[in-house]
């Protein structure tokens, strides 16, 4: 008769190799000259925040002198820095925004 175990497929969990990507916070640095209501705007519009979130943040980085927008993996918060900047510069504002590593 036939053994039935001949076929026996083990299943072991292997080590994890693949860790999470590293996350990136995107920094907005206070100035003198660029508006309250832009800063507030590009938070809305980049970062996703509704006006009240937009004037928190806001009013943080004009009081400490910078603040964290969100958190986003390398390529998403590349592209927010570029698009601040980008909008920043299109409105003749000094605004400046940075990507930073978490950890
Ligand atoms: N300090 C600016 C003002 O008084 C407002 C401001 C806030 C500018 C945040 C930049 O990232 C900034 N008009």
Do not use: W
């Not at 920094?27 to 970062?47: A, C, G, K, R």
């Amino acid at each position: 008769p036939a053994s039935d175990d001949g076929d026996a497929v083990v299943l072991e969990r292997l080590p994890q190799k693949t860790q999470p990507p590293q996350m990136y916070r995107v920094v907005m640095l206070n100035d003198d000259y660029t508006p309250m209501e832009f800063v507030i705007v590009v938070l809305q519009e980049f970062f996703g925040k509704d006006r009240e979130a937009a004037t928190q943040i806001m009013l943080k980085i004009h009081l400490d002198g910078k603040g964290v927008c969100g958190v986003y993996s390398r390529d998403i918060a590349a592209t927010k820095v570029d698009q601040v900047m980008e909008a920043a510069h299109q409105a003749g504002h000094p605004l400046q925004c940075l990507s930073e590593p978490v950890e």
